[in-house]
């Protein structure tokens, strides 16, 4: 797939490295944290010392993963000879964990799918086909001749079934599943993996849903939903999540576009984006600073949730119209 890839000079970099520091972004999802603790897991087993951060540490329901409680929720202190970060499309996305290893390592490796990528650091793993990073991270362990034993192989198998929704998104390419099909033969429990990631949820969740339904538009094609501070004080959240709402929504037959508008603190409100084959959200959320895959993308931007609403809406409109032309 990916033959624009230097592998060679990342591996080089990395057989090179005293002390490396892993980062993804924040806000980790399963492929931010599978592809964090599969390459993690698979350095340490060659034998390097490696750090793993993301403001904020592993989220609960991916705590099943080993190595998981290895992964530190804050830096503070420490210096590295090689910074790695993965699945962030752009500096920013890695938070404060990524600030603080980008000022204490002098080399910065980029590995990532998103097409939005900014092209940071000094040596980049980008490949945009890829459906997950997690596929990045295999590919340079095959291209090295890196082992991979089952906790790594778990992590990474989680990487693709969460990124591609268990293999329903339209990115997925016979790649995706050969290399999936290698993680399961290492021992990757595939389903465990899709029952925790994909179909299990609190009952905060279903709470959550009863109040947001009510919020739930649909005009001309395009479908929203938002999502209080109220909404998730009252549904008791054990952490912060809409338990995949705007996935549920562009699953509506007669939708090409879903849009949920979240409340956070300090008046700022983080939307989720998703959209058909055919449509590209990736440009509206990079165009308001944000980023992503051309069918799921996001940005938080500053506001109240009208405000925020009276701007996004007519981009979605415009994206709408302009992925009906394309025919
Ligand atoms: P989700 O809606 O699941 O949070 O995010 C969908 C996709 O958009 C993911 O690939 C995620 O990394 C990306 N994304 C979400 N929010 C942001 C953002 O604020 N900035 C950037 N660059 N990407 C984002
Ligand atoms: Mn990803």
Redo the contacts with the bound molecule.
Sequence with gaps: MTSAIDWQAASAAVLAAERIIVVT?V?P?G??IGSLLGLTLALRELGKTVDAAVDGGTPEYLRYLAGADTVLSSLKEGAWSLMISV????E??TGAAGAYGRANSPQQINLDH?P?NTRFGNLHLIAPEAASASEIVYEWLVAAGWPLALPAASALLTGVVT?TIGFRTSNVRPRTLEIAAALAAVGAPLYDIVQRTLVAKPYSNLELWKQVFPSVQFEGGIISAVVTLENVKQARLREMSDGGL?GMMIATEEAQIAA?FKEQPEQNV?????CKPGYDV?SV??GL?????VQ?????LAGTLEAVRAIVMPLLQKALAEGKARG
Excluded: N
Aim: zero cysteines.
């Design positions: 972004h806000k999802d492929d931010a699945d962030a499309s752009d920013e996305r998103h939005t990124d705007v949920v983080e939307i989720s984006f998703r990736a959320a990079f600073g944000g980023g992503g895959h799921a993308a996001g940005v938080t």
